[in-house]
């Protein structure tokens, strides 16, 4: 059986067929909700979204809707986490959709989540290998996404009646750095609601200064929101690290994490978790 697969026949699955081989029968149309888990509290749901990697097989493309229990069913609008990942070629792996990666020691994002206290609902889909992101990174892909996610998990809401999005933070980790700075400079309605950008160790795109140019163009744009940006020393992300603090923007902060080597795993799988307790704790967008 698929690793994956076997892992993921944990969770209590809603109406969803054992799924034990790569793609379902032509025959069977596939479900909105593929599972649900409550730990840890209060519920993932783990949705199909339209988002259409070349590189990632159908099933692959499962999202994480995590509601910690600080949102409550009857809210009328939410803040929203949108997380993407960074290549999973080596950790967790690469036949490893999104669950197994917030199962595993280095990302449990959603435990400190429902710690903080924060009323804030995390969305972070399967992107491909290398972080491809398909239609996520197409006209308008970025609303059409949420829509379709925030749709997909209507029973959790009072009344199925899904809430306006308030407030919107966009982070991301390694590879993702692309995909985050082309949203959040991107024409999407969603993008003019991005607060707060958390870069964890994702500046790597030093052709043309493609990094330190595009997120000082945003944030010149976006003056009430912040940018922080993390980086290891002598990695490949410091030098557009470095150069983005040289543009001396007053939302703009550029941070060397100082996360190390943990259990034989490199300290660049540690770099979201090493902060993302403090970006919660210190967060101006989240409530």
Known sequence: MNLDLYEFANINRVGAATLDRETP???????????EERTP????????????????????????VYFPPA???????????????GHRTGI???????????????????????ASGKAAVLIAPTLGPKSESGTLLG???LDRYLEAVLSASRTYWTGSAVPAIRKIVLTGHSGAGVPMRLLANSTNAAAARIAE???????????????????????RSAPQSQLFIYYLRGAPTQNQAA?????????VSVIESNATTREGI?????????????????????R
């Open 266 to 286: 490199h300290p660049h799988y540690w770099v979201p978790i090493q902060h993302w307790g403090e970006r919660l704790a210190a967060s101006r967008a989240l």
């Open 92 to 114: 967790p792996g690469v036949r490893k959709t999104i669950w197994a990666y917030l199962k595993h020691k280095c990302w449990p994002l959603r435990e400190h989540l429902a």
């Open 243 to 251: 150069s983005l603090r040289q543009a001396r923007l007053a939302n």
């Open 197 to 219: 950008v958390w870069g964890f160790d994702c500046t790597y795109s030093a052709r043309g200064n493609a990094d330190a140019t595009g997120w000082a163009r945003w944030a």
């Open 25 to 35: 029968p032509a025959r069977e149309a596939p479900k909105t909700v593929v599972g």
């Open 71 to 85: 949102v409550p069913p009857a809210s009328r609008t939410i803040d929203v986490i949108l997380y993407l990942h």
């Open 41 to 64: 509290a209060a519920l993932t749901m783990f949705v199909r979204a339209p988002l259409r990697g070349a590189s990632t097989p159908e099933w692959r493309q499962w999202s994480a």
């Open 139 to 141: 006209p308008n892909g």
